[in-house]
């Protein structure tokens, strides 16, 4: 049976919307809500890092990595294998979120408020916090976000000390 021209009409549009449709889909599932997903990324981050789950802890950091106190992405892996290493060293913390700022589309900030209690490889604990960090982020072709800095900690003394801890330095 042949097709007359209107039900080929009628098929080529429903095919144009079904793409488009799926492309929309696509295109929301990669990058739409980018403030949750840029929540999620570092609170997963905090809670890996907690759980001493390296691959986890890596994923979202950005392998062009850089802060203002100079440390790169290969400093970071470095310091987060000894900490994972180490089965008495243990760190609870909270965070909150005061707000996410998207500068570009690829780009964003995230002021967050953290504290908790520190118990780094052999050294009684401490405290830490509050404290606000600002974490900064970026955007891969996938829709990731990963983190690219974090500056602010070193205003904290319990953090400074962890630092200290982790990388060997007094």
Known sequence: MAWGWRQRLTGLFLIFFGVAALVAGALYYFYGNPEGRIRT???RAALAFQDKELGVVLSA????????????YADLHRFLVNWCR???S?????LS???????TFWDADAIVETQGIALPFSVAGF?????????????????????ISIYGWRQDEGLARLEGELTGQP
């Open 41 to 43: 990324t570092i609170l």
């Open 61 to 72: 950091i950005s392998p062009t990595y850089k802060d203002p106190y100079g440390y790169t």
């Open 86 to 88: 180490d089965r008495d």
């Open 90 to 94: 243990n760190i609870w913390m909270t």
């Open 97 to 103: 979120f005061r707000r996410v700022e998207l500068l």
């Open 127 to 147: 405290r830490f916090g509050p404290v606000t960090v600002t974490v900064s982020l970026e955007r891969d072709w996938l829709g990731r976000w990963r983190i």
